[in-house]
């Protein structure tokens, strides 16, 4: 069993930058897809970024892409997702996603269903 554990949420202006974690338990998290995802009041949750198991892939959602930035530190089991430039619509609660599957197909890393294993979530507030 995996757990995950979100951090680093918070209030921020637009313009401004933010880091968020995801921590898991475990021994095999080096092994998984991880992905960020995002949910605002009333809306779907939503594809944001996601990393392969090895670290050399990335995908990004349009919205996103060249503002945050998705990297994983295996040796202390986190994923983490700079956020650059934030604008407003930026605001929701931000959700890490662990995948068992190891192929990195964007057909399967953007849908939700697809991951085994989520954290609680972090808030993250956007002001204009």
């Known amino acids: 069993q995996v757990q995950l554990v979100e951090s680093g949420g918070g209030l921020v202006q637009a313009g401004g930058s933010l880091r968020i974690s995801c921590t898991a338990s475990?021994?095999?998290?080096?092994?998984?897809?991880m992905g960020w995802f995002r949910q605002a009041p009333g809306k779907e949750r939503e594809f944001v970024a996601a990393?392969?198991?090895?670290?050399?892939?990335?995908y990004y959602a349009d919205s996103v892409k060249g503002r945050f930035t998705i990297s994983r530190d295996d040796a202390k089991k986190t994923v983490y997702l700079q956020m650059n430039r934030l604008k407003p619509e930026d605001t929701a609660v931000y959700y890490c996603?662990?995948?068992?599957?190891?192929?990195?197909?964007?057909?399967?890393?953007?849908?939700?269903?697809?991951?085994?294993?989520w954290g609680q979530g972090t808030q993250v507030t956007v002001s204009s």
């Open positions: 990393i392969s198991w090895s670290g050399g892939s990335t």
């Open positions: 996603g662990g995948d068992r599957n190891p192929t990195f197909q964007v057909v399967i890393i953007t849908r939700p269903s697809s991951y085994d294993y």
């Open positions: 475990g021994r095999s998290f080096s092994t998984y897809t």
